[in-house]
Every structure is written in structure tokens, then in C-alpha cells.
């Protein structure tokens, strides 16, 4: 493995869990940019929306996407990575990024299930809102993916398995 692998896709996609796994499964070194900003802000991600907005974060997002990148690593990022036009480029120049697609109605099941105040974002969003922001990304999942993996149906550790192989074969 020689190029950064990048873990895109909505909020409930399972990113950051996949990541663990294939850590634990196949010893791939794994970063997750949420944490690397909780950690160098000491601050949970909520608490950076409320206290600073959205646009600081994503601020946070992009220098800490562009610090990782001539690196080689498993990078899972945050649902929002692909709304920069420069973090699209990065994400298709420096590496292979695996989007994990999930159908919509999945997806909110997933996320009805978690804690609400975990995800700013989402705060008070109704299912249609919370469709519209997934519709209106989706397209910029797709023009950052090398390939896609449809994880609705899939386990964790179904998924892991899959991008691992796929890795060993290139
Ligand atoms: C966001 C997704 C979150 C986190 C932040 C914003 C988004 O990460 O980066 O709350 O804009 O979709 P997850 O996708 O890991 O939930």
C-alpha cells in the first residue's frame, strides 16, 4: 500500500468504524481527521460548531486534510470533507478514495439511533432535511470516489474485508 486510502461519505456510513477495523484486522495505520481536531482543539466537535460555526470547522477540516496528505495512511474523515472544491482535488490527486454509499433510508435509521447532540448538523433536521443534505452531496461523493462500496446491507467488518481485498489486488 503505498498511497493514502481516504474513507468518504455521509454521517452514519460507518467511516470511522470501518477505519477501526481495518486497523484491527489488518494492521493499517488509521487517522481520522474528526479526532485529529478534537484532539489538537481540545474540544468535542459539537462544542467547535457552537462556540466558533460551521465555517471555523471546516477551516479546521482543511488544514488537517492537507497535513495528512503526502502521508501513507487510512484516512476517515467527516461527512462534510467534500464540500471544499480543494479538498475534492486533494481527495482525488493524493491517493485512492473509497466512498461508502448507504441508502438514505438506512442512513437515518442509523442516525436516529445515535446521539443527537453528536452530530451538530443534524440538530432538530426533519428526515426530508436531513434527505436534501444527502442528496445535494451525493453527486460530490461520486466525483471524489476511485470506488464505491454499497455498505447498506453489509457489516463493519463485511465492508473492512471488501476495501482490504481490493487493496491487496492493486
Ligand atoms: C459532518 C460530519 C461529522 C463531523 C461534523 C460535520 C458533516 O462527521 O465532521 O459533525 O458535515 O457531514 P461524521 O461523518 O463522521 O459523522
Redesign the pocket.
Known sequence: MSKTVYLIG????G??SIGKKLEALWGYPVVDT?EMIVEKEKMP?PEI?KRFGEVH?RKL?KETLQNLSSSSYIVTT???IV?DPQNRQLLKETGRTVFLYCEPKTLIERLEKDDPSS???LHEKSREEMIELYESRLPLYEECASFTIDTTNLSIEEVATLIAKRLKSE
Open positions: 455521509f454521517m452514519g456510513a467511516k470511522t474528526d466537535i460548531f470547522f477540516e467527516g461527512g462534510g464540500l452530530r451538530p448538523l
